[in-house]
């Protein structure tokens, strides 16, 4: 009897977005001094508010080999510039709320990083306002609307739609 043999292992198998971010960012991450993307792709749950928000870890420092103390790294967080002054008072509890998450002394100390923490661009709370003929041109489509209430709503939806509402 012949045996048959198993069929060939498929290369072009579907894999999950974050095994594949995972393996980009990792060399990144290591140069920045982190052994994995945990401590960042967690920080909104690991820093104790308002900290969550207003940092972002930058690069974690380590102690050189050989060192009289090397318990834990030096963490520095980018931080709105706003909170600078607060972040060094409340260096301490951060330390604390990230050892307590990873259950063991990771972090000795936590330093400003000399890049600010750049938040996303709000959105435009603002329209420009719409022409003239563009107005016009609604109260023109309303017109024929012979109820006043629906031609008024109407009138609002067209300046709602073009900005201006």
Request: hydrophobic residues 40%.
């Amino acid at each position: 009897m012949t045996r048959k043999s198993p069929p060939p292992k498929r290369k072009n198998r579907a894999i999950q977005l974050g095994d594949v971010v995972d393996g980009m960012l990792d060399p990144v991450l290591r140069r920045r001094g982190f052994a994995g993307r945990e401590i960042i792709a967690n920080w909104q749950v690991i820093a104790p508010s308002p900290w969550n928000a207003a940092t972002m870890p930058d690069k974690m420092v380590w102690p050189r080999k050989g060192r009289p103390d090397p318990e834990g790294a030096v963490l520095y967080l980018r931080c709105i510039e706003s909170y600078k002054v607060m972040l060094a008072h409340d260096a301490p509890q951060i330390v604390g709320a990230i050892n307590r998450y990873f259950g063991y002394h990771l972090v000795r100390s936590v330093r400003l990083s000399l890049n600010p923490l750049s938040l996303p661009a709000a959105a435009s709370a603002s329209k420009p306002a719409p022409s003239r003929v563009a107005l016009a041109r609604i109260e023109k489509e309303t017109a024929s609307v012979s109820n006043p209430e629906l031609r008024a709503a109407l009138d609002r939806l067209g300046r709602g739609v073009l900005g201006k509402g």
